[in-house]
């Protein structure tokens, strides 16, 4: 079972950017080669699937399509990249995306 924790400083820019939107972990194969070749990366979502499922955080839900859910570790981090504007995502064995984007679809 996959666990999110979400620093006070991710927390602080996901509500500023979110609105009424949903934040989604997804798992980009787009141009990567295969489909287990992948990135992680936030995108905020009007909408969500029906594969969607809710992820268990500290504060907002993140949603994950369940068939990625094997491409991810069960305890992560996302937290903010100083100076970047962009995220991190992060377990205590690796750095999963040092520089997370968060788009909107």
Not at 30 to 46: H, I, R
Not at 88 to 97: D, E, G, R, V
Request: proline fraction near 3%; charged fraction near 30%.
């Amino acid at each position: 079972m996959v666990k999110i924790t979400i620093t006070e400083r991710a927390i602080e820019q996901l509500r500023r950017v979110r609105g009424n939107k949903h934040v989604k972990l997804a798992y980009d194969t787009d141009d990567c080669g295969c489909a287990v070749n992948g990135v992680p990366m936030l995108l905020l979502v009007e909408q969500l699937d029906e594969h969607d499922v809710a992820i268990e955080t500290n504060d907002m839900p993140i949603w994950m399509e369940k068939h990625r859910l094997i491409f991810f570790d069960e305890q992560m981090t996302i937290d903010v990249v100083d100076g970047a504007g962009c995220f991190q995502l992060k377990s205590p064995n690796q750095i999963l995306n040092a520089r997370m984007s968060l788009m909107e679809r």
